[in-house]
């Protein structure tokens, strides 16, 4: 499953500490519980504006917020929507853009958008609520754990993005390095060679220039032939 995901590299140390908090119903949207999530930066410089948090949140952390039964009944009805009920909020009500990455009966792996950044030294909370609706598009999916590209909002939770599905995405290129075969977008993403000897392609896609850089990239691989994969970063002069 070949997908390329950039973030801003973080400078913050998370530290989860979930407190239990009542919520009233949000515009249309009925809360049924939420935890506040609060992320402290040690460090002695802030965070980016815009950075992508990752936070690995586990079912028991829930429940000792807002003990066993509730943290049941929110955790099953979460998962069986593949947590695309779940919003996460600052403070101020700002809906936050997220992406969830993976996701068991006993954790969530989201990667929540921070627009202001953290200072140093301090904290930041962020609000993590259970509701009754699906929040896409503020909270979106792996597609490739969903089943599909209907929920994925991976184009407003990451600095570059791309999920190759049947199709090149846009702001990606691709070409030939070596032979006749081309870059082939398949429904089960883009086929980089064909089972043939003397083969070279390539895909790429310009960084927006915000900084450091953590990068996310997954491989699918049919299981047959040999293939070598590289992944150059930096300026088609210079690359890294």
Not at 40 to 66: G, H, Y
Request: aromatic share 16%; charged share 5%.
């Amino acid at each position: 499953m070949p997908r390329l995901s950039l973030v801003r590299a973080l400078v913050v140390t998370a530290v989860l500490a979930l407190v239990a908090t009542a919520y009233s119903a949000l515009a249309t949207t009925q809360v049924y519980g939420g935890v506040a999530i609060t992320v402290q930066n040690s460090q002695s410089i802030p965070t980016p504006p815009n950075f992508d948090l990752f936070l690995n949140i586990s079912k028991s952390q829930i429940a000792n917020a807002l003990g066993s039964t509730a943290a049941s009944s929110l955790w099953s009805n979460a998962q069986s929507n593949y947590f695309l009920n779940v919003l996460f909020r600052l403070p101020n009500n700002q809906p936050l853009y997220a992406w969830v990455m993976n996701y068991t009966s006993s954790w969530v792996a989201v990667w929540v958008k921070i627009p202001s950044g953290i200072p140093a030294n301090s904290q930041f909370t962020i609000l993590m609520l259970f509701t009754n609706s699906t929040e896409y598009p503020y909270t979106g999916i792996n597609p490739y754990i969903y089943g599909s590209q209907t929920y994925d909002n991976g184009p407003s939770v990451f600095a570059a993005y791309g999920y190759f599905n049947n199709q090149v995405p846009s702001g990606w290129k691709t070409g030939v390095y070596y032979g006749s075969f081309s870059p082939t977008a398949t429904t089960s993403g883009l086929m980089m060679i064909n089972n043939a000897a003397n083969e070279g392609t390539y895909a790429y896609a310009s960084i927006p220039n915000l900084g450091n850089y953590t990068v996310i990239v997954m491989w699918w691989y049919s299981g047959t032939a040999d293939a070598l994969a590289q992944e150059l970063y930096g300026n088609p002069s210079t690359l890294y």
